[in-house]
């Protein structure tokens, strides 16, 4: 590696939690506002509590989009050489169990790859699992790819 992405590189294999955050109702909402979607089971909680769900839930892409903030609270090396990073997509995404308004998440991240793509210009691969505290099953995993220019 060069550019100082040796200490990145070390962190292969290397587990990293989140903090935590708190998907609430209001959240839930902006989101079904933002993206147009407003399926009972997200906005509704009288009609969602008659579910099987017993409650609202967090869109999966709500809780998808979530990624970003939640691996920018991951320590991580610091890189100062980084001039610019991009998302450069997901390889796999399931959604394995529902966010219920009001539960708290964090993110599960393992960097299990690295590579300069051209000279400068690193692919980062992230194993992700966003956890929801109290619950054993992950709502999502993820491979999530990012790219950097140094």
């Known amino acids: 590696m060069s550019g100082g992405t040796d200490a990145l590189a070390a962190e292969i294999g290397v587990v990293r939690h989140s903090d935590w955050m708190t998907v609430d109702q209001a959240m ?10 407003h399926q009972f089971i997200h906005v509704d909680p009288a009609r969602a509590a008659a579910t099987p769900l017993g409650g609202t839930i967090a869109h999966g892409f709500l809780t998808l989009s979530l990624l970003a903030p939640l691996q920018a609270s991951i320590p991580r090396p610091e890189m100062p050489a980084i001039r610019m990073g991009l998302n ?20 599960a991240a393992t960097l299990v790859a690295i590579e300069e793509v051209a000279p400068g210009q690193f692919q980062q691969t992230h194993e992700i699992v966003v956890e929801i505290e109290g619950i054993q ?13 140094i």
Request: proline residues 5%; without cysteine.
């Open 28 to 37: 839930i909402d902006r989101f079904a506002d933002a993206t147009l979607d």
């Open 137 to 149: 099953k992950p709502a999502l995993v993820a491979t999530w790819l990012t790219r950097f220019i």
């Open 88 to 107: 450069y997509g997901l390889d796999r995404v399931r959604f394995i169990h529902p966010v219920r308004s009001g539960s708290r998440i964090r993110a």
